[in-house]
């Protein structure tokens, strides 16, 4: 049973922006953390960015810092992940995830993680 749900993802040229949104009911305050990441065709499943929900501590992958923010509404119960200047390197299928971060204190693991999403497209062309 999918229990977080992304939106937002789309196509957009090379400096745009766009905004991600996993609804994420109860996990926004009740998981240590909530992570966004990404996957290619081919590739391993990457971490692109975390907020650990109780301080409000956020940590980037190197490969985004200074573009990409992650936030949280509680009252909403949805987390963000703000996208900008973007570049064709970004194009994945975005995902969010809960219930990681655990004793290992590893956020960019995927298999700590025991909540996911479905996904959703972000394409960017040059």
């Known amino acids: 049973q999918v229990q977080l749900v992304e939106s937002g993802g789309g196509s957009v040229q090379a400096g745009g922006s766009l905004r991600l949104s996993c609804t994420a009911p109860?996990?926004?305050?009740?998981?240590?953390?909530v992570g966004w990441f990404r996957q290619v065709p081919g590739k391993e499943r990457e971490g692109v960015a975390v907020?650990?929900?109780?301080?409000?501590?956020?940590v980037y992958a190197d490969s985004v810092k200074g573009r990409l923010t992650i936030s949280k509404d509680n009252a909403k119960e949805v987390v963000y992940l703000q996208m900008n200047s973007l570049k064709p390197e970004d194009t994945a299928i975005y995902y969010c995830?809960?219930?990681?971060?655990?004793?290992?204190?590893?956020?960019?693991?995927?298999?700590?993680?025991?909540?996911w999403g479905q996904g959703t497209q972000v394409t960017v062309s040059s």
């Open positions: 995830a809960a219930e990681g971060c655990g004793a290992r204190g590893v956020w960019d693991d995927p298999g700590e993680y025991k909540v």
């Open positions: 907020i650990f929900t109780g301080v409000g501590m956020t």
């Open positions: 109860k996990y926004t305050y009740m998981s240590n953390c």
